[in-house]
């Protein structure tokens, strides 16, 4: 059958991720995480001391950044190289999530991720989420979703996936965070997360993964 482009956008923690891994395994489709490419650039920035105000020293950083995908067949689980590192656990600590928004909010580094980003889904078959990807990235993408759920849900979610990978974090400081990201996400200047006329809403407060993942992939069904 043909192959189509899913863009998946919405607020930050809403379990885009997850629920995108499990559309493209189900449909035999590739994932690009979006969110792990301005997390990347952010850890380099913060590695090499990149200012946020040096436009110079920003186009210098991004001529070198070179980041990929590779997936892990022992763990099944995608992971994000950035220079040839594996970076995967590191771009999901906090003082990452904490600065992403404002590294993400950069033009010269949006335009750098969004060609890489229509190159990777050029031969269509791919799941991509992120803020802009239906609106920006690929506007005539087949099938748009928005992802949304309720903040508390949201946070209580996040919390439990950082307890599994050992790091202790209050729900409140949580919360905070994805208050703060939705905030400069939906207001800043270049690609604020908007919600598509044509996106299918997915609302995955009172829905199972199961559910959420079902409803994506009916839709993909229904389109191709
Ligand atoms: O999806 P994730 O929460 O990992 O994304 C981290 C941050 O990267 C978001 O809060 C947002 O600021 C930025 N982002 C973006 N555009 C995308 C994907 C992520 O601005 N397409």
Known sequence: SKKIVIAIDGYSACGKSSTAKAVAAQLGYGYIDTGAMYRSVTLYFKEHNVSLTDPKGIKEALKVIDIRFKYNKQEGVNETFLNGTNVEKEIRKMYISDAVSDVAAIGLVREAMVEQQRKMGKKKGVVMDGRDIGSV??????????MTADVRIRAERRQKELFEQKQIVNLEEIIENLRKRDRIDTTRAESPLVQPEDAKVVDTSFLTFEEQVGEIVKAAEKTV
């Open 137 to 146: 990235v690929f506007p005539d993408a087949e099938l748009k979703i928005f």
